[in-house]
Antibody, heavy 118, light 111 residues
């Protein structure tokens, strides 16, 4: 059974960098599929942030592309998100996920709330 | 990229059917048969209910069905049950490096 688990700080100061990691069990991330990040501001809808394929090819939401970096650590079977220059608008529950090229997300992490505040 | 458009709310009595629309453009919904639908209960991660317009993952009841016409996709929930009360989101592949665009979300209420 594939399982994903987000980890990282729950509070980030404005203008700083948000960093999250997603640990994967039950499947080797180097074996295929897309591994990505999706966020949901409190009381609002879902927004795709970006994804990585085969540990090297990255795809980013055009509206966030200048601030986002997604990377993989195959030795630890995990992937990470960095979002720079955060503001209050980046406060959200961040989900890590596995999806296919057809965009269907079959596995989700439980989500982690990140609040941007001084 | 703009979010796909969904009605904010929909409702029906137990046993009835409800249909949710998801309108995009020829660059996303209309351009590919890669529309997915998710169910999200409060405080939970979304759950995939439909993929590739009308395919159901294993374990999803056949009360859930999907379709598409032009730039608009639809999710129909037949035989509404109390546990179907949730938020529903559509998503679509949007081509090139734009892997995923989500809809604005629809809250389904079972009366």
């Amino acid at each position: 059974q594939v399982q994903l688990q987000e980890s990282g700080p729950g509070l980030v100061k404005p203008s700083e960098t948000l960093s999250l990691t997603c640990g994967v069990s039950g499947y080797s991330i180097s074996s295929g599929y897309y591994w990505g990040w999706i966020r949901q501001p409190p009381g609002k809808g879902l927004e795709w942030i970006g994804s990585i394929y085969h540990g090297e090819t990255t795809y980013y939401n055009p509206s966030l592309k200048s601030r986002v970096t997604i990377s993989v650590d195959t030795s630890k079977n995990q992937f990470s998100l960095k979002l720079t220059s955060v503001t209050a608008a980046d406060t959200a529950v961040y989900f890590c996920a596995r999806h296919s090229i057809t965009s269907a997300v079959t596995y989700w992490g439980q989500g982690t709330l990140v609040t941007v505040s001084s | 990229q703009s979010a796909l458009t969904q009605p904010p709310s929909a409702s029906g009595s137990p046993g009835q059917s409800v249909t949710i629309s998801c309108t995009g453009t020829s660059s996303d919904v209309g351009g590919y048969n890669y529309v997915s639908w998710y169910q999200q209960h409060p405080g939970k991660a979304p759950k995939l209910m439909i993929y590739e317009v009308n395919k159901r993952p294993s374990g999803v009841p056949d009360r859930f069905s999907g379709s598409k016409s032009g730039n608009t996709a639809s999710l129909t929930v037949s035989g509404l049950q109390a546990e179907d009360e949730a938020d529903y989101y559509c998503s679509s592949y949007a081509g090139g490096n734009n892997l995923n665009v989500f809809g604005t979300g629809t809250k389904v209420t079972v009366l």
